[in-house]
C-alpha cells in the first residue's frame, strides 16, 4: 500500500492550492483519511480529517479556509486551500487507515510568501 501525495507548491498569500493523496496497492478498504501539516521545527499537527461516514473534522486554524473532501471510487482524498497564509507554510502529510493499519504519504511542500 502506498499514499502518492501532489498539489504543494509556492503560492501568494490569499492564493489557494488544492492537494491529492491517492492510496493504491492491494487491500480490502479505506477508512479514516486525514491531512497533517508539519511547519520547520513543530510537530506534525492534524489539519483535517475524513472518515468513511462523512465526518469531517478541522484545526481550529483552518476552519472556513480549508475543506476535505474524498472520492472512494479512485481511493483519492483532497484539500483544497483558500485564503493561504503565511502560517500556513509547511509540508503536508496524508494519512490513511487502510485495512485496518496506518499509512502516511511522502509528504508535499507547501509554501505560502507574504
Known amino acids: 500500500v502506498q499514499l502518492q501525495a501532489s498539489g504543494g507548491g509556492l503560492v501568494q498569500a490569499g492564493g489557494s492550492l488544492r492537494l491529492s493523496c491517492t492510496v493504491s496497492?492491494?487491500?480490502?478498504?479505506?477508512?479514516?483519511m486525514a491531512w497533517y501539516r508539519q511547519a520547520p521545527g513543530k510537530q506534525r499537527d492534524l489539519v483535517a480529517s475524513i472518515g468513511t461516514n462523512a465526518r469531517i473534522d478541522y484545526a481550529a486554524a483552518v476552519k472556513g479556509r480549508f475543506s476535505i473532501s474524498r472520492d472512494d471510487t479512485r481511493n483519492t482524498v483532497y484539500l483544497q486551500m483558500n485564503s493561504l497564509k503565511p502560517e500556513d507554510t509547511g509540508v503536508y502529510y496524508c494519512y490513511a487507515v487502510v485495512s485496518a493499519r496506518d499509512y502516511w504519504g511522502q509528504g508535499t511542500q507547501v509554501t505560502v510568501s507574504s
Open positions: 496497492g492491494t487491500f480490502f478498504g479505506v477508512y479514516h
